[in-house]
């Protein structure tokens, strides 16, 4: 009771500031269409009307809602329609970048505090290719993928999943192994530990802290490389394809839809990893 | 470069000798501007002519002309002036068919605006497509004279997105649509044809061709492969008289092939009305006289022309010849 | 193909003057620091332009670097005109409001415990979504020029920052801040003096992811709509035009803006958190 009723009274603040925001921005073209047929209308019958818009500026709560619904229980989770078919369809893509991921970023880190040279000479490029707009890399990735011959859409979405997720579990990696200080290195070598038992007892259990925390923000990264990479990979399925749709066909609502979709996945996504780093945490005896 | 062809003429020289695979790489994504190919398939008309295609749809990071480069496409769905303009930067695209006789494209304006014609762009917000969809826009503009960088007495040019937000939201005087396509989602978005004024680039005299077939030109020479377009052209044609002739069946083809399910019957219905008046005129064959009045109004545009040189063999009839002979 | 042996030859002859010179006295001096990297960048490239050359790859789909750093030095106003669109005004303004609102909001909340366990699994939330999503509605309701640009910036990098900024608030130990009450500290001094600067590694390590999402973000929004300049513009453009030659230059004037605005922030980080173990060499 004591977690929830915070979370409560924000959400309730938050959609009651929804509500009067969508009142708000929704009735300027309540006003306009107005004033193109010439009958002034009151704030009283406005407000109405903003509520139930086909294509509103801010759709209220209560439009997503049953649009989610509809698309979450509507119909069988197997139909093209389904929120949770295509929702499976980013899960799937989301996996394989998060995975790639994952081993792109531990290893590189890895490398990266072992030897210097890599340290030197590839940790500066890996910062510098996070700062290259992936929306620009994707139709290369996905017509040189094309010219190798993998003409299926899953790698390519994954590897720009990968591309984006890698980089916080590379950071933080390379920070959590660099976390022990010095009086904790000195004690295992009088200790006469060799590199690789230093690795193992102290550098890798002491980056687990950071490694878990990256996961939360890779697996997120992950999901909007997936959503990012489902809108140029020709829009064919997956919860990115169906913002383009909603955005190109003026269906703000199957927008919203999938935007909340992705929320809810992107939730479980969070859960599960949080919920692995518990036990993870349990199990290596760090307090949590 | 070379190699880059003998590696495309050995690819077609393999696919050949299979089951005649045929990759058509769409503009855009699966709607009813495309309803004769996913018509032809469904209805297995490309079956008939012994060919498996895969239809491949577009988005709006795939240029039809990168992946047709890329080898990822057999054939592709482009408008000529993006075509003739790869041409120019050496991708040598050849035009074998014409679905679409005439344009359906336009300037769809708000009348509150002012403007009742183009001599009252000046200082106006335009929004245009680009990828590749610009150069119609751009050559009218400079026909008419207008600048196009925003400075004083030109036009200052909005790059609108994929939907007419633009125009509802005030933030721009025009915006271009399809005939088939925004121009209803202006409509449906509660505004009435009396609220608007539109600027046909047919009408204008400014029209471009828009959805033809465009191979390239060093696998025409390959007999293989002449044969397997052959084929495909006059399948596909078949697909787009029927489409014609069953609008409504066709839309819901095409509904059933689209993958995201965020389609709906009535938008593709309605496209499916309005794409099937351009089409009407078309038998497949390439005019002539379209494609020269588009290569001048190409050349035509002032300071920044989108080809310096009439193409050569940029277009050629040798395949639709073949097709329609039956 | 003798280009591209000849790449590949390069390549071998830099790594290992690469080795050693990141083993040597000389690898420890500031310019051995900047050689290294720079020497893995310059064989990239040669690789790059072995492979394009060799392999006959066409300019539509990979053009050459030589192709790309012609195209950047023709075209040096249209790509500063970009510049200051894309990031002057989009990236750089939407960083600076959504990290400072994001720190101000972590501040706010830390006060009060009922809005941090209210609000902090919303932002924890929220922080996951693919905001990007939003970046169509956003382009909608702010229009097209770089006000729109700017918002999707402050809203992608509001919530990882506030989750880093609060648990960084929280990253001192019981101990150090019993020892704080028993000095008797006020809440301001504690957190001053003790619990910021402790908090400091988690926000630049915030900051950084930060960064480069501003970039993504200014960026793809231009996708939705946008006047006819700007970096997101360029890029889906050219696409289009098949001019490959800018999109890569483009790019590269991206990943230049992108380093500068890291190592800026890397520079900083040292300069203030000079104490914590990762910065020791």
């Known amino acids: 009771m004591n977690r929830v009723l915070p979370v409560l009274t924000v959400l309730a603040g938050i959609v009651v500031i929804w509500y009067a925001a969508a009142i708000?921005?929704?009735?300027?073209?309540?006003?306009?269409?107005?004033?193109?047929?010439?009958?002034?209308?009151?704030?009283?019958?406005?407000?109405?009307?903003?509520?139930?818009?086909?294509?509103?500026?801010?759709?209220?709560?209560?439009?997503?809602?049953?649009?989610?619904?509809?698309?979450?229980?509507?119909?069988?989770i197997t139909s093209k329609r389904s929120l949770v078919y295509h929702g499976y369809v980013t899960f799937k893509g989301t996996m394989m970048g998060f995975g790639l991921g994952i081993l792109a970023g531990v290893l590189l880190a890895m490398a990266i505090v072992r030897f210097r040279v890599m340290d030197m000479s590839v940790m500066p490029w890996a910062i510098i290719s996070q700062t290259i707009p992936i929306v620009a890399l994707a139709p290369m990735i996905i017509t040189l993928s094309s010219q190798m011959g993998l003409s299926g859409r899953d790698l390519p979405k994954a590897v720009i999943a990968a591309y984006l997720s890698f980089f916080p579990v590379l950071v933080s990696m390379v920070k959590g192994l660099r976390a022990p200080d010095q009086m904790q290195l000195d004690l295992l070598k009088t200790y006469g530990a060799s590199e690789m038992a230093t690795f193992l007892k102290l550098r890798l259990p002491a980056s687990m802290p950071y490694f878990f925390a990256s996961l939360k923000v890779a697996v997120a990264a992950s999901l909007v490389g997936t959503i990012v990479g489902e809108l140029p990979t020709g829009a064919i399925e997956g919860l990115g394809a169906r913002m383009l749709i909603g955005s190109q066909f003026g269906e703000p609502l199957i927008m919203w839809a999938a935007l909340f979709a992705a929320a809810i996945l992107a939730g479980l996504l969070i859960l599960v990893v949080g919920f692995v780093e518990r036990l993870a945490r349990k199990r290596m005896g760090v307090p949590a | 470069m070379k190699r880059l062809i003998t590696a495309a003429v050995l690819a077609a020289t393999a696919s050949a000798a299979q089951a005649e695979d045929v990759k058509l790489q769409l503009k855009w994504v699966t709607q009813a501007q495309f309803a004769g190919y996913y018509v032809a398939q469904d209805k297995g008309f490309y079956e008939e002519e012994g060919l498996n295609v895969t239809i491949l749809p577009g988005g709006p990071?795939?240029?039809?002309?990168q992946v047709i480069a890329g080898g990822g496409a057999d054939v592709i769905v482009e408008w000529m002036p993006a075509a003739l303009a790869a041409r120019e930067k050496g991708l040598p695209l050849v035009n074998i068919a014409q679905p679409f006789a005439s344009s359906g494209m336009m300037l769809t304006c708000l009348k509150e605006t002012g403007i009742t014609s183009p001599?009252?762009?000046?200082?106006?917000?335009?929004?245009?497509?680009?990828?590749?969809?610009?150069?119609?826009?751009?050559?009218?503009?400079?026909?008419?004279?207008l600048a196009t960088d925003g400075s004083p007495g030109g036009v200052t040019v909005l790059k609108q997105g994929f939907n007419v937000d633009p125009l509802l939201q005030k933030q721009a005087a025009c915006i271009s649509t399809m005939t088939y396509n925004e121009y209803w989602q202006v409509i449906d978005a509660g505004l009435t044809p009396e609220d608007l004024v539109t600027f046909k680039y047919e009408d204008q005299g400014v029209a471009t061709l828009e959805d033809g077939l465009y191979v390239l030109e060093d696998r025409l020479q390959d007999e293989a492969f002449q044969e397997t377009m052959v084929k495909f052209v006059r399948a596909s044609m078949k697909g787009w008289k029927y489409a014609e002739e069953n609008p409504d069946e066709a839309a819901m083809i095409v509904l059933d092939n689209d993958q995201t399910g965020a389609q709906t019957e009535t938008h593709q219905k309605r496209m499916m009305g309005e794409v099937a008046k351009l089409t009407a005129g078309s038998n497949g064959a390439l005019d002539v006289a379209a494609a020269e009045r588009t290569v001048a109004s190409l050349l035509s545009e002032g300071s920044d022309p989108v080809i310096t040189k009439a193409p050569e063999g940029a277009w050629t009839s040798m395949i639709t010849d073949k097709a329609l002979a039956e | 193909m003798t280009a591209l042996w000849l790449a590949i030859g390069f390549w071998l002859a830099a790594w290992g003057v690469n080795v050693w010179l990141s083993g040597s006295r000389f690898g420890r001096t500031g310019p051995g620091r900047a050689l290294v990297p720079i020497l893995f960048g310059v064989t990239v490239l040669v690789l790059w332009e072995g492979l394009v050359r060799g392999l006959g790859i066409a300019g539509v789909i990979l053009p050459a670097p030589s192709v790309i750093a012609a195209r950047i030095a023709g075209s040096l106003p249209?790509?500063?005109?970009?510049?200051?669109?894309?990031?002057?005004?989009?990236?750089?303004?939407?960083?600076?409001?959504?990290?400072?609102?994001?720190?101000?909001t972590a501040i706010a909340i830390d006060r009060s415990p009922f809005l941090q366990r209210g609000l902090l699994p919303i932002g924890n939330f929220v922080a996951a979504l693919p905001?990007?999503?939003?970046?169509?509605?956003?382009?909608?309701?702010?229009?097209?020029?770089?006000q729109s640009k700017a918002a999707v910036v402050v809203v992608m990098v509001f919530f990882p920052m506030l989750v880093n900024i609060v648990a960084g608030l929280q990253a001192c130990d019981r101990m150090q801040r019993d020892l704080m009450s028993t000095w008797?500290?006020?809440?301001?001094?504690?957190?001053?003096?003790l619990r910021l600067p402790a908090a400091m590694p988690f926000i630049f390590n915030g900051l950084k992811i930060a960064s480069t999402l501003a970039l993504i973000g200014a960026i793809v929004a231009e996708f939705f709509g946008s006047p006819i300049y700007g970096m997101g513009f360029r890029i889906s453009t050219e696409v289009g035009r098949l001019g490959l030659d800018m999109v890569w230059a483009t790019i590269a004037v991206a990943a230049l803006a992108g380093s500068v605005f890291y190592g800026l922030i890397t520079l900083i980080e040292r300069w203030v958190t000079f104490w914590h173990p990762s910065q020791r060499h």
């Open chain 3, 184 to 193: 008797g500290a006020s809440y301001l001094q504690s957190l001053v003096k």
């Open chain 2, 61 to 65: 990071d795939i240029a039809p002309t």
């Open chain 3, 78 to 104: 249209t790509l500063w005109q970009d510049f200051v669109q894309t990031i002057l005004k989009g990236a750089i303004p939407g960083f600076l409001i959504g990290s400072g609102a994001a720190f101000l």
């Open chain 3, 131 to 146: 905001i990007v999503g939003l970046a169509p509605i956003l382009v909608m309701w702010f229009g097209f020029d770089w």
């Open chain 2, 119 to 145: 001599a009252d762009f000046p200082d106006k917000t335009l929004g245009v497509w680009f990828f590749g969809n610009e150069y119609p826009f751009l050559s009218w503009m400079s026909q008419l004279g």
């Open chain 1, 24 to 76: 708000w921005m929704n009735s300027t073209w309540v006003f306009d269409q107005a004033n193109r047929a010439g009958t002034p209308v009151s704030w009283a019958e406005v407000i109405p009307q903003t509520m139930t818009q086909d294509r509103p500026l801010l759709p209220p709560p209560h439009q997503v809602g049953a649009e989610l619904w509809k698309g979450l229980f509507g119909q069988a």
